[in-house]
């Protein structure tokens, strides 16, 4: 028993959180992703509402932290605004929503308080667009037909990235992928979540959507790059900001937005694949 403790406290450290509370949170949060997209797709929309909106007070307040004081329930407004819009207008209403709300919540910042307006309105449009446009292709995926599959295959394939990614750098991770942002991910740990990423893609794409396997494997080559980036630029916002977590909310994770990072970039990527797929293939 000694040595199981022992063991598991060297891979809590080597990976820089616990191993166990991660897994059960990831397993309940894929269980009520599953559950709503497969019965209720509607409550899907929430919980991913709920997921982002979350994710957005973190934001703000890890600003707020940073020196840079922003309105939390403008922010909020704009993030329920263009969900819906992504929701109930698809792309087009998406588009739309965010050339309007930005320019509101711009207005509303000014109005409110003019001090240091360039450094709060640069945040503010940033914290939009990165949480709920880009946010807002998760819903996009999830409002189709073919939704459950959609979002199956983008759970698989961004699941292989992070997961992968985690167990070989902390198996064998011994040269740093970007030292300057996030010194435990290593060049060993994305040579594991490119194979198997693109293996999970090839299945994923046969099995589950119905479409070539080489398909599945060049989107799996795009997901790698998409949730590696994703993680990366949450993890230089925290080290700007002088953060470990952004939250404290999921054990073992962090807060919602440590939780998102991968995959409000790969949901547009996943959304751009298989639009080209439909128009060209």
Known sequence: MDDFHSLNNAINARAGRKLGPSILVSLAILAVVFVTISFAPPL??????????????ELT??????????????????????????WFGRV???????????????????LRDPKDFVRKST???????????????????????????????L?????????????????????????????????????GSLLFTMIGGALAFEYIMDMHWWIGIIVGLMIVFTATCGDLIESAMKRDLSLKDMGTLLP??????????SVVLSAPAMWLALELVKRFL
Request: overall charge neutral; hydrophobic content about 60%; some cysteine.
């Open 92 to 110: 087009s209403g998406l588009a739309v929503a965010i050339a309007i709300a930005i320019p509101c919540v711009l207005v509303y910042m000014l």
């Open 252 to 261: 073992g994770h962090g807060g919602m937005l440590d939780r998102l990072d």
């Open 155 to 191: 759970v698989v394939l961004v699941s292989c990235n992070d997961t992968f990614a985690y167990i070989f750098g902390v198996l064998i991770g011994k040269h740093p992928l970007a030292p300057a942002i996030s010194p435990k991910k290593t060049w060993e740990g994305l040579a």
């Open 123 to 153: 945040a503010a449009a940033f914290a939009i667009f990165y949480l709920a446009f880009l946010g807002g292709f998760i819903l996009l995926l999830a409002h189709d037909k073919d939704g459950l599959a959609r979002i199956f295959t």
């Open 44 to 57: 899907f929309a929430i919980f991913a509402w709920v997921a982002i909106l979350l994710a957005g007070r």
């Open 61 to 86: 307040k890890a600003y707020k932290a940073g020196g840079i004081d922003l309105p939390d329930n403008a922010i909020s407004v704009a993030i329920t605004l263009l969900l819906a819009a992504a």
